[in-house]
């Protein structure tokens, strides 16, 4: 079947305050702002950017080797003196070469927070913006909110807003210098020649690309679509794969619930694969492409490993996008709920999804929520105990029992509050950990960690974050004792954690999922239990894919 495509939304930064993005959409231009938001493209099958390999030349002796599939070639586009250039072959190399700065150069940048979670760092940005202070969202590691570079592009003007804004109680503000001498530059090797460039697109005439991409071992897969090399923000490459969105979903969706799901699982799960791409096309604006290819977007693999249901399940659901209200929902999904999945909130930062809300993780009413809310000690205990009739029984992770050494809870803790240059980072010993709040979902929302100099709270995803041993946030903590004298209890030398479920379980619970698929579930009654008064549409210019929730 004959599908359209349109170009991709190309975002820039705008001044106005109110306004997040402006770009066009066949040549329209649009804005996102807090009131309004970009209409849809009218087309099913828009083309979205994907960075596949995000920081190519933080080793430079890393290799990405494109190759064109048998009978094929690769068409490589660059500019030579401002004049457009084309090579074509059938195998090129793309490597680094270190090149030394004239002079020494000052890289800096106010870190205004550290988050684990985009949605928690835009949620923050906003605070930010609100303050009177503009930021921007970047991913050098984890995800930090920055006060932008082009509004705070002086060095004595940074460290005046660092000092009055430590000043004002925010102590987890850093300047983050780096002082370069020297920078990595990319070149790439077709026919036995070198071209030195730092942006060039790859084309191959039958449309597919081999990629072996840099690591241990190295990853080879084949791309559809187009590929560029291009700069980012941190000093070094991104690798972009631009495909069209059905494309992109065969690289997503089979390796996301799994081929041998039940078929409605696996449609319901094109349908969130397909929305959650196109409700988060910002959260790379700042290095000028899209999406990612790991768990900090949809773990994204090409066309490497699809398979026929899956391709099915895509074609089934074609164009089709999880709605509330004529807006893209925040399509999360996670592997397995514990029983019960949790608000927007319950995890993040930021205002509730009247859509994404606790919904008890069965279908024979095992527990009434409203009546017999999870945020008190006993009732989740309670909950936590039941071990049949969920959905998500003989599931590994729906309960599980980890045990965490004080010994490694301090190393972990001490290494998360120095990353951050947190007043407290240069503490001893973790004396006790106390599980302060839970939510109605019962997950945690606050650990108070009782250090030798004071007390730690870690919040909502931070917890999972610096702690190794909880799979997710339902969970509740025994302290472990080493034997004292005559039986006793002597020294704290630990915690056990438990608990139940794996990942944020927001949304849709993958491994309930299939339960409901093998009970005769269509894909639309799945989604509805997990997002309840959500509709699904077909893409259409009447969609408003983003907006500032208020």
Not at 399 to 417: F, H, M, P, Q, V
């Amino acid at each position: 079947m004959a599908t359209l495509s349109l170009p991709r939304l190309q975002f820039r930064p705008l001044g106005n305050r109110r306004s997040r993005w402006l770009g066009t959409v066949g040549g329209m231009a649009i804005a996102l702002t807090t009131t309004l938001s970009a209409p849809a493209p009218a087309a099913l099958n828009p083309v979205i950017q994907v960075g596949i390999v995000q920081r190519f030349g933080e080793d430079m002796q890393d290799r990405i080797v494109l190759e064109a599939l048998q009978g094929e070639q690769l068409t490589l586009s660059f500019d030579t003196n401002g004049q457009p250039q084309t090579v074509t072959a059938t195998r090129v190399v793309i490597g680094l070469a270190p090149e030394q700065l004239p002079e020494a150069a000052l890289n800096e940048r106010i870190v205004l927070g550290n988050h684990r979670s985009f949605e928690t760092a835009e949620y923050n940005a906003q605070e930010w913006r609100d303050r009177g202070i503009e930021p921007e969202i970047a991913q050098p590691g984890s995800w930090e909110v920055w006060a932008n570079r082009e509004t705070y592009d002086n060095p004595l003007v940074r460290r005046l807003l660092v000092k009055n804004l430590q000043d004002q109680g925010f102590s987890e503000v850093f300047l983050d210098s780096q002082v370069i001498g020297q920078i990595p530059r990319t070149y790439f090797e077709a026919n036995g020649y070198r071209y030195n460039r730092n942006s060039f697109d790859i084309r191959a005439s039958g449309g597919r690309v081999r990629v072996t991409q840099p690591g241990e071992p190295p990853v080879t897969r084949v791309y559809g679509g187009t590929l560029r090399v291009q700069p980012n923000t941190y000093g070094t490459y991104t690798l972009v794969n631009s495909v069209p969105i059905e494309t992109y979903l065969r690289g997503v969706v089979p390796h996301e619930i799994g081929a041998g799901a039940p078929v409605p699982a696996i449609q319901a799960q094109a349908v969130l694969a397909r929305t959650y791409a196109l409700r988060n096309l910002r959260r790379f604006a700042i290095d000028d492409y899209e999406l990612c290819a790991d768990t900090q977007c949809q773990v994204y693999r090409g066309l490497t490993g699809t398979a026929t249901v899956t391709d099915q399940a895509i074609t089934a659901t074609q164009g089709q996008v999880l709605t509330y209200q004529n807006e893209l929902v925040d399509a999360l999904y996670s592997s397995t709920s514990g029983g019960i999945t949790a608000a927007f909130s319950d995890v993040w930062d930021g205002p509730d999804r009247p859509y994404l809300r606790p919904v008890v993780d069965s279908v024979h009413g095992l527990w009434n929520i409203n009546q017999y809310p999870l945020n008190s000690e006993e009732a989740f205990r309670r909950f936590i105990s039941l071990n049949e009739g969920f959905n998500e029984v003989g599931w590994q992770l729906f309960r599980w029992r980890n045990e965490g050494a004080l010994s490694e809870i301090t190393a972990d803790l001490k290494g998360y509050l120095g990353r951050r240059q947190h007043p407290l980072a240069g503490f001893t010993q973790v004396k006790s950990l106390r599980v302060a709040e839970r939510a109605n979902s019962g997950r945690v929302q606050l650990v108070e960690v009782e250090t030798d100099i004071g007390t730690v709270e870690l919040r909502k995803d931070e917890i999972v974050r610096v702690l190794r041993p909880p799979r997710s946030l339902l969970f509740y903590i025994e302290p472990i004792y080493s034997a004292g004298a005559e039986g006793a209890s002597g020294q704290l030398t630990g915690y056990r954690f438990v608990g139940g479920g794996w990942g944020h379980a927001v949304g849709l619970s993958q491994a309930g999922s299939y339960r409901l698929g093998n009970l005769g579930w269509n894909h639309g009654r799945i989604l509805q239990f997990y997002y309840p008064g959500t509709m699904l549409q077909p893409i259409s210019e009447n969609l408003t894919f983003w907006r500032e929730p208020s």
